[in-house]
């Protein structure tokens, strides 16, 4: 079956404008997270949606957000960019919350290039 | 608040050597120990150790974890080039229903 699918993969956006990325996780899953990825600081938990609601939110300011929608797939949002926020995003899905397993599926994520 | 640290941060190896990535943590209601493998993008999952002192295989690769001295390590022996790629540690902990990853161990292997 098919993977974690994220669009668009890569872009590049100036300081002040707002970008929406886009996660559709494997079929029958229903709990969607994202990730940021920078060298710094490895990946960091940003949100978890399951079944629409935000269930969880990271240590990120207002400006980033996200939703799910009824088929599961999800949307992040960053508004006014800064240069910080360049980074690699990355959605992974998994069945429900996360189980005892806390397995995660990964999408190949989008990078992000703010200048 | 919960912290997973990675060692190395990076190694280059031979191919043939054997190599350990050291992953320790401090978290609230552990859950689970994971460890994933990135080599371009999308991190791809290796194990999950729940309980202590049970060895996980898969071909070259074993991992152990100590939940009494929180930490786990992830064996990889006869290192092939194709093992080169970052290696990520993350727990899961119930509470916060997320996982809390490293920052990652970068292994080269070269001929």
């Known amino acids: 079956k098919a993977g974690v699918t994220q669009t668009p993969r890569y872009l590049i956006k100036t300081r002040g404008q707002q970008v929406t990325l886009s996660c559709s996780p494997i079929?029958?899953?229903?709990?969607v997270s994202w990730y940021q990825q920078t060298p710094g600081q490895g990946l960091q938990f940003l949100f978890e949606?399951?079944?629409?609601?935000?269930?969880n939110k990271g240590n990120f300011p207002g400006r980033f957000s996200g939703r799910q929608f009824s088929n599961s797939r999800s949307e992040m949002n960053v508004s006014t960019l800064e240069l910080g926020d360049s980074a690699l995003y990355l959605c992974?899905?998994?069945?429900?919350?996360?189980?005892?397993?806390?397995?995660?599926?990964f999408g190949e994520g989008s990078r992000l290039t703010v200048l | 608040e919960d912290k997973v640290v990675q060692s190395p941060l990076s190694l280059v190896v031979h191919e043939g050597d054997t190599v350990t990535l050291n992953c320790s943590y401090e978290?609230?209601?552990?859950?689970?120990l994971l460890w994933y493998k990135q080599e371009k993008k999308a991190p791809t999952f290796l194990f999950m150790l729940?309980?202590?002192?049970i060895e996980k295989k898969s071909g070259r690769l074993s991992s152990i974890l100590d939940k009494k001295e929180l930490f786990s390590i992830l064996n990889i022996t006869a290192t092939q080039t194709g093992d080169s790629a970052v290696y990520l540690c993350?727990?899961?902990?119930?509470?916060?229903?997320?996982?809390?990853f490293g920052t990652g161990t970068r292994l080269q292997v070269t001929l």
């Open positions: 992974a899905s998994s069945f429900a919350r996360l189980s005892d397993t806390g397995e995660l599926f």
């Open positions: 079929s029958g899953h229903r709990s």
């Open positions: 949606y399951f079944s629409e609601t935000q269930r």
């Open positions: 978290v609230t209601n552990f859950r689970s």
């Open positions: 729940t309980s202590s002192g």
């Open positions: 993350a727990v899961y902990t119930g509470t916060a229903s997320k996982l809390t």
